[in-house]
């Protein structure tokens, strides 16, 4: 017989999940240790499941708590669920996949994830077929909610799904998601992307087997009306050209037309995801043959930085990271977005700090690196029209740029310095912040040169403001300063 909830038990679960909403600190406390308390029960589990998938009069807030409290039971505690308890759980999921709710179903995507990544892939052996088979159902919610579940599986899984411990479920999956790039609906379009995309870098052979249906099927999505299936896209062909540039070769061209456009996407994921392109780009032997050289300075929204206390987050150290390029300036890189004002340092901080005006900036350093002076005559005129500029906010993205192309294009710049060094100096004086501090970085790219020169030409003017810097009222340009000295 199919498991039924007390009906005195049941309220008594609803009670807690609501008063676990609360704000109240002492609530809190006394929920959690409730919680402690009822997870000695096995069956407890069931009620958290009856609650996210079948009291679909209760609030979404209310369901989806229930179903992510069970989700973290299941981190902790599933391989002491009995049998019967984990049956139940599973079924409930499958079941409930297609909720109307798009909260409950990404919560039920969640769950299913979570217990598959508990060894359940190998016993759970109808999961797969299931979603897969879900996927041709003439109930939007249902197909979308079992993409979802994909999704988080094919993230968490992929090298166990590229493997013969589950008879390679992906020869029969990949096809399945080419299937869906067509899809009318932008939301499972994006999820089928994103789905292939994992197999990318781990040369899964079924999606090596299908790589030309593939790339066409991207190009057929490049243009795409959904800003999260082009995110999707450029990520991809990002992707394929550090691990099958062979196969975008022919197509070189064109790619590298599109990406200039998306690096210019109204949607600034968009164009981050395009812009890793070119720094990945200039890794390839192939660059300099295929890439006729475009500029476009991109640069953020900035917000000047006020003097204010500092606390014990701003003066622990920064760490500034591509996700898909390691940087070989890595130390270097780091003066350039200082108009973040939170540095945290969990991971999830960490990646938000990469924006697109640094990828830009890191993609200008890495291409100057392959083109080196060739690449000088293209930017002149720009640069001069920039670092002069009356804005504040386009003169700073110049001295940015100048710093950027400091190592790749030093030899021909060097007739310039004598002109751009005083100017540079002159900006640590500047009254925005953010043109202070990206001063100093720019400076510290051409110290060498400084250097090399007479010191009462630029290396003393340069350490006197430097050091009047060091006491700047705004700690960026501080720390941009005590990086120089």
Same mark, same amino acid.
């Given at each position: 017989?199919?498991?039924? @909830? =007390? ?6 679960? #609803? ?14 406390? +006394? ?6 308390? #009822? ?60 909720? @109307? ?48 579940? *994909?999704?988080?599986?094919?993230? $968490?899984?992929?090298? #166990? ?30 999820? +089928? ?10 040369? +899964? ?18 243009? =795409? ?71 476009? $300075? ?11 206390? $500092? ?34 340092? =969990?991971? $999830? ?6 924006? *697109? ?25 720009? *640069? ?58 720019? *400076?510290?790219?051409? +110290? ?5 020169? @007479? ?5 003393? @003017? ?8 060091? #006491? ?14």
């Amino acid at each position: 017989m199919e498991w039924q @909830p =007390d009906e005195q038990g049941l309220q008594q679960v #609803l009670h807690l999940l609501k008063d676990s909403q609360s704000p109240n600190t002492a609530t809190q406390r +006394a929920v959690q240790e409730k919680l402690e308390q #009822l997870n000695q029960f096995p069956d407890f589990n069931n009620y958290l499941i009856f609650v996210l998938t079948r009291l679909k009069t209760e609030d979404e807030p209310t369901r989806s708590l229930s179903g992510l409290i069970l989700k973290n039971n299941v981190k902790v505690h599933y391989q002491n669920f009995p049998p019967a308890v984990a049956h139940f759980i599973k079924q409930e999921c499958l079941n409930n996949i297609g909720d @109307p709710s798009p909260l409950i179903r990404a919560t039920i995507g969640i769950l299913i994830t979570t217990i598959s990544t508990k060894g359940e892939l190998q016993t759970w052996p109808e999961l797969l077929p299931q979603l897969c088979n879900m996927l041709d159902s003439e109930d939007y919610n249902t197909c979308e909610g079992s993409f979802g579940a *994909l999704q988080k599986i094919c993230e $968490d899984s992929s090298e #166990l799904l590229d493997s013969d411990a589950l008879n390679r479920p992906l020869n029969i999956m990949i096809p399945k998601f080419l299937q869906f790039f067509k899809h009318c609906s932008p939301k499972i379009r994006s999820h +089928a992307v994103a789905c292939v995309n994992q197999f990318i870098i781990g040369r +899964a052979q079924a999606l090596m087997d299908n790589i030309d249906t593939f790339i066409e099927s991207l190009f057929a999505l490049a243009a =795409d009306e959904d800003s999260e299936v082009r995110k999707n896209v450029c990520r991809a062909l990002v992707m394929l050209l550090e691990v099958r540039v062979d196969r975008l070769i022919p197509h070189m061209r064109s790619i590298v037309e599109y990406m200039l456009q998306r690096t210019q996407d109204p949607d600034e994921n968009v164009a981050l995801e395009a812009c890793e392109f070119w720094l990945t780009l200039a890794e390839q032997p192939i660059c300099k043959d295929v890439l006729a050289f475009a500029s476009v $300075d991109k640069h953020g929204d900035v917000e000047e930085d006020e003097a204010v206390p $500092d606390n014990e987050q701003d003066i622990k150290p920064r760490f500034h990271k591509s996700r898909t390029v390691t940087l070989r300036h890595e130390g270097d890189e780091g003066e350039e977005g200082e108009e973040s004002e939170e540095d945290d340092d =969990d991971d $999830d901080d960490s990646l938000s700090d990469w924006n *697109l005006r640094k990828c830009s900036a890191a993609a200008l350093d890495v291409l100057a690196n392959v083109f080196r002076d060739e690449l000088l005559p293209h930017l002149l005129p720009v *640069l001069k029209e920039l670092l002069f500029h009356l804005d504040w906010v386009v003169k700073e993205s110049g001295i940015l740029v100048l710093g950027a192309i400091a190592e790749g294009c030093m030899q021909d710049m060097a007739p310039y310095l004598p002109e751009l060094i005083p100017h540079l100096i002159q900006c640590l004086c500047d009254k925005k912040a953010l043109v202070r501090s990206i001063a100093c970085w720019t *400076l510290s790219r051409y +110290a060498h040169w400084v250097v090399s020169q @007479p010191p009462d030409s630029y290396l003393k @003017p340069l350490m006197t403001e430097l050091l009047k810097r060091i #006491l700047d009222s705004n700690k960026r340009v501080q720390e941009a300063a005590c990086r120089y000295v």
